[in-house]
C-alpha cells in the first residue's frame, strides 16, 4: 500500500537512527537477507549528445572522460564472465547517447544472445531512451531488465538536463515494462536537490513499480557544472536510504557510484537503513573497489542482519 502524505510527513518528523530501524525492519520483513550484487561495462562511451550535467560523458562539456564506439561481442562477454566470477548476478550493457541506432541496436542484440549462451548471468541494458519495438527485440534477444534512471525529482528535473524531459524517462521505463522487461530505475543524491525531491523521486519510481533502485551519490567531476559541489553529508544519504526503503518496500535497493567516497567509514550502516545491494567493479569512468572486498563486505552485513 502506497504511502499517504500524512505517513510521510510523520516518518520525516523522525530522527536518522529511528527512520533507519524502521526501513531495516521493513527490509527483513519483506525482502529478508537477500543481498544482489551487478556488475556493468561502459560499452559505449562518450561524445553524448544530452546535456546531463553530473555527466562527464556528455559533448557539451570539456572532460577527460574516454570516448570510443560500440566495443565488439568478445570483449563484452568476456566482461560478463568476469562479473560472474566476481560475484554479480547481473550484467548490464551501458551505452552513452541519447539512444541506439539501428546498427548498434541491432549489434547489441546479438551481443545480448552471445552473452546468455554462454555466460550463466542475468544480462540488463541501460541504452538511453528506447522505443518499445527496440526494447522488445532486446528482449527477445534475452535481455531481461532495463535500467533507465529518473535522476532526480520530476520538479527538479529541469535544473539538471535541458535536452530531454522527466516524461521521455517515464515513458522509456512503461515502453520497457511493456516489452515484457522488468525495470531498473533510480537516481542521483547531491545534484543541488532537497529532501522533498528525494521523497517525490521514490514516489515515482513507487508508481512506476520498478523492481531495483539504483542511488548513486554524486561524485563532483572536473569539467562538469557539476564539478564543485560540496560532499553530501553521511547523515543526508542515510536518511534517503531508509526513506527510499519505506517507500519501496519490496524492491531491490542498491548503492552504486559515490558510495565509498560519500559513505566512507559509515558504508555498512547504509545497509542497516534498507539497503541491499550493490554495484561492484566500476562505475562507467570510474573505478570501484576490489570485487574480493565488496564479497568479504557482503558476507559482514549478512551476519549482521541474522547475529
Same mark, same amino acid.
Given at each position: ?25 521493513v ?6 537477507t ?8 561502459n ?6 549528445s544530452?546535456?546531463?550535467? @553530473? ?10 572522460a ?8 568478445n ?7 568476469l562479473?560472474k ?9 551501458v ?8 546498427? !548498434?541496436l ?6 545480448v ?9 542475468d ?6 531512451i528506447?522505443?518499445a519495438?527496440?526494447?522488445s ?35 522509456t ?46 561524485? #563532483?567531476?572536473?569539467?562538469? #557544472?557539476?564539478?564543485?559541489? #560540496?560532499?553530501?553529508?553521511?547523515? !543526508? ?15 531491490a ?19 542497516m537503513?534498507?539497503? !541491499? ?9 570510474q573505478?570501484?573497489?576490489n #570485487?574480493?572486498?565488496?564479497?568479504? @563486505?557482503?558476507?559482514?552485513i549478512?551476519k549482521?542482519?541474522?547475529?
Amino acid at each position: 500500500m502506497a504511502l499517504s502524505e500524512r505517513d510521510i510527513k510523520a516518518l520525516r518528523a523522525l530522527s536518522c537512527s529511528e527512520l533507519m530501524a524502521k526501513a531495516l525492519d521493513v527490509k527483513l520483513s519483506k525482502r529478508g537477507t537477500s543481498f544482489s550484487l551487478c556488475s556493468i561495462i561502459n560499452a559505449k562511451s562518450g561524445q553524448c549528445s544530452e546535456d546531463c550535467r @553530473f555527466c562527464t560523458q556528455s559533448s557539451h562539456y570539456m572532460t577527460d572522460a574516454p570516448s570510443y564506439p560500440l566495443k565488439n561481442e568478445n570483449e563484452i562477454v568476456a566482461a560478463a564472465a568476469l562479473a560472474k566470477e566476481d560475484g554479480a548476478s547481473r550484467f548490464s550493457i551501458v551505452t552513452s547517447g541519447r539512444g541506439l541506432g539501428a546498427r !548498434d541496436l541491432g549489434r547489441v542484440a546479438e551481443i545480448v544472445h552471445a552473452i546468455r549462451a554462454r555466460v550463466d548471468i542475468d544480462v540488463c541494458g541501460s541504452l538511453g531512451i528506447l522505443s518499445a519495438g527496440d526494447l522488445s527485440l532486446l528482449r527477445e534477444a534475452g535481455m531481461s531488465r532495463y535500467h533507465h534512471n529518473l535522476e532526480t525529482s520530476r520538479e527538479f528535473f529541469p535544473q539538471v538536463v535541458s535536452t530531454h524531459t522527466f516524461e521521455d524517462r517515464i515513458n522509456t521505463i512503461r515502453a520497457a515494462q511493456q516489452a515484457g522487461m522488468e525495470v531498473c530505475a533510480g537516481g542521483i543524491i547531491g545534484l543541488g536537490e532537497t529532501e522533498e525531491d528525494r521523497i517525490s523521486m521514490a514516489l515515482s519510481l513507487a508508481e512506476c513499480d520498478v523492481l531495483s533502485v539504483p542511488l548513486n551519490v554524486l561524485m #563532483p567531476l572536473a569539467g562538469t #557544472p557539476m564539478g564543485h559541489h #560540496p560532499p553530501v553529508p553521511a547523515f !543526508d544519504i542515510l536518511r534517503t536510504i531508509a526513506l527510499f526503503r519505506l517507500i519501496l518496500p519490496e524492491a531491490a535497493l542498491r548503492l552504486a557510484a559515490g558510495r565509498e567516497s560519500a559513505l566512507g567509514d559509515f558504508l555498512s550502516t547504509a545497509f542497516m537503513a534498507g539497503a !541491499d545491494g550493490m554495484m561492484i567493479g566500476g562505475y562507467l569512468t570510474q573505478r570501484g573497489r576490489n #570485487p574480493e572486498m565488496d564479497r568479504r @563486505f557482503v558476507q559482514e552485513i549478512q551476519k549482521l542482519w541474522t547475529g
